[in-house]
């Protein structure tokens, strides 16, 4: 091959590449990147997961998958300040709304055992403003010998409502009034409850 060819061909090669070339590629890279961002924003991937509650939750209740639920969110820098994952021995320590984000806060790994559960029956019609959720202070009325009846003592401060169901067995219009309340409370309660004293339920949300 003559030297001249040799020459051209050479200057050929060391060409730098076209601008419509140049434009191909970058058209190509901004399409991948794109179809990439398209893909993590519709799969969550890089979005921090939290929990939820998936129904109510109460105060003593053990976390776990059948009242939780993960979610992806962006929470603009937040989200340490709610759980990310189920662990043993986990434990609401604060009532939790279905939907709610699980604050760390409102869990702890021994609470439980600070609580415990208790049904009383009350016959006497009980405040619109009582629901599961709730929370209630317990005055008690005892019957005196004279066939009076005490001041009412208040007997448990904060006890929180887990269920309430009508009870209409034998002819009776009753309530029945799941509880949580501190095992400092329960002795006096008991005490009350044996002694058939007239117990009287006081809605104490937000108080």
Same mark, same amino acid.
């Given at each position: 091959?003559?030297?001249?060819?040799?020459?051209?061909?050479?200057?050929?090669?060391?060409?730098?590449?076209?601008?419509?070339?140049?434009?191909?590629?970058?058209?190509?890279?901004?399409?991948?990147?794109?179809?990439?961002?398209?893909?993590?924003?519709?799969?969550?991937?890089?979005?921090?997961?939290?929990?939820?509650?998936?129904?109510?939750?109460?105060?003593?209740?053990?976390?776990?998958?059948?009242?939780t639920t993960k979610v992806s969110?962006?929470?603009?820098?937040?989200?340490?300040?709610?759980?990310?994952?189920?662990?043993?021995?986990?434990?609401?320590?604060?009532?939790?709304? @279905?939907?709610?984000?699980?604050?760390?806060?409102?869990?702890?790994?021994?609470?439980?055992?600070?609580?415990?559960?208790?049904? =009383?029956?009350?016959?006497?019609? =009980?405040?619109?403003?009582?629901?599961?959720?709730?929370?209630? %202070?317990?005055?008690?009325?005892?019957?005196?010998?004279?066939?009076?009846?005490?001041?009412?003592?208040?007997?448990?401060?904060?006890?929180?409502?887990?269920? =309430?169901?009508? %009870?209409?067995?034998?002819?009776?219009?009753?309530?029945?009034?799941?509880?949580?309340?501190?095992?400092?409370?329960?002795?006096?309660?008991?005490?009350? =409850?044996? %002694?058939?004293?007239?117990?009287?339920? @006081?809605?104490?949300? %937000?108080?």
């Amino acid at each position: 091959m003559p030297r001249e060819e040799i020459t051209s061909t050479l200057q050929r090669l060391r060409r730098k590449p076209s601008k419509r070339s140049t434009s191909r590629t970058v058209l190509i890279v901004l399409l991948a990147l794109g179809i990439g961002l398209a893909i993590v924003d519709l799969t969550g991937l890089g979005v921090p997961q939290v929990l939820v509650a998936s129904k109510q939750i109460l105060p003593g209740d053990k976390l776990d998958e059948s009242n939780t639920t993960k979610v992806s969110v962006d929470l603009q820098g937040r989200s340490h300040l709610y759980l990310t994952r189920l662990s043993t021995q986990r434990v609401a320590r604060d009532a939790i709304s @279905v939907g709610e984000f699980i604050p760390v806060s409102k869990v702890v790994s021994q609470y439980a055992a600070q609580l415990t559960s208790l049904a =009383i029956e009350i016959d006497r019609p =009980i405040s619109g403003e009582i629901r599961a959720g709730g929370r209630v %202070n317990l005055y008690c009325t005892s019957k005196l010998a004279t066939g009076s009846a005490s001041e009412p003592e208040l007997t448990v401060v904060g006890a929180w409502v887990r269920k =309430i169901t009508q %009870n209409s067995s034998l002819g009776q219009n009753t309530q029945i009034v799941e509880l949580s309340l501190g095992e400092e409370y329960l002795p006096g309660l008991l005490s009350s =409850i044996a %002694n058939d004293d007239d117990i009287a339920l @006081v809605n104490a949300t %937000n108080r």
